[in-house]
T-cell receptor, first 116, second 112 residues
Framework: GAGVSQSPSNKVTEKGKDVELRCDPI?????LYWYRQSLGQGLEFLIY????????KSGLPSDRFSAERTGGSVSTLTIQRTQQEDSAVYLC??????????????FGPGTRLTVL | AQSVAQPEDQVNVAEGNPLTVKCTYS??????LFWYVQYPNRGLQFLLK????DNLVKGSYGFEAEFNKSQTSFHLKKPSALVSDSALYFC??????????WGAGTKLIIKP
């Protein structure tokens, strides 16, 4: 596709349930990022994938959060045993990776997660 | 420590007036700086970036930003604001791990 896509666009779940959020990056982009944005707030980095390298998981807030990227393309962010504080918009972005050259990130529309 | 600061939570400007959204940064080495915009209920969109060269960078929707190395600033500007410019603006700097460090965002409100 032309841009980064995310699904679902909205997800309402009950506390304690697991959820999976999907990101389909721009074709050819080797770098993929997950962020979390609470209402009207800034971006909180969660995890970063670059090619076949081990992901940078330094931003994951707890062990309930995990992510994988299959075949260097589609990524899934999984939140286990959701809590109300997990409610936020989850944003995915992708970019080219050019070593020493700056690379802008292209964002998807986000998934709005509401935990009741 | 590497960081980005947007000192204003909100900026109010009358339509037709010039606008400035402030950003300062702290990063080791040469900074790669970005501005993004987030319109209501939409994803973030890239506006412009500074890598090297001319300190005045022009971007989308008539926006520009001025890189000032001595003041470690990268303020976003537009000569004449439009109501449609009302949005949330984020400044970011790339760190040594090729990740972006984000400012907290500034809400820009343009009043007719």
């Amino acid at each position: 596709g032309a841009g980064v896509s995310q699904s679902p666009s909205n997800k309402v779940t009950e506390k304690g349930k697991d959820v999976e959020l999907r990101c389909d990056p721009i074709s050819g982009h080797t770098a993929l990022y997950w962020y979390r944005q609470s209402l009207g707030q800034g971006l909180e980095f969660l995890i970063y994938f670059q090619g076949n390298s081990a992901p940078d998981k330094s931003g994951l807030p707890s062990d309930r959060f995990s992510a994988e990227r299959t075949g260097g393309s589609v990524s899934t962010l999984t939140i286990q045993r959701t809590q109300q504080e997990d409610s936020a918009v989850y944003l995915c972005a992708s970019s080219t990776y050019l070593g020493g050259v700056s690379d802008e990130q292209f964002f998807g529309p986000g998934t709005r997660l509401t935990v009741l | 420590a590497q960081s980005v600061a947007q000192p204003e939570d909100q900026v109010n400007v009358a339509e037709g007036n010039p606008l400035t959204v402030k950003c300062t940064y702290s990063v080791s080495g040469n900074p790669y700086l970005f501005w993004y915009v987030q319109y209501p209920n939409r994803g973030l969109q890239f506006l412009l970036k500074y890598i090297t060269g001319d300190n005045l960078v022009k971007g989308s929707y008539g926006f520009e930003a001025e890189f000032n190395k001595s003041q470690t600033s990268f303020h976003l500007k537009k000569p004449s604001a439009l109501v449609s410019d009302s949005a949330l603006y984020f400044c970011a700097v790339r760190d040594s791990n090729y990740q972006l460090i984000w400012g907290a965002g500034t809400k820009l409100i343009i009043k007719p």
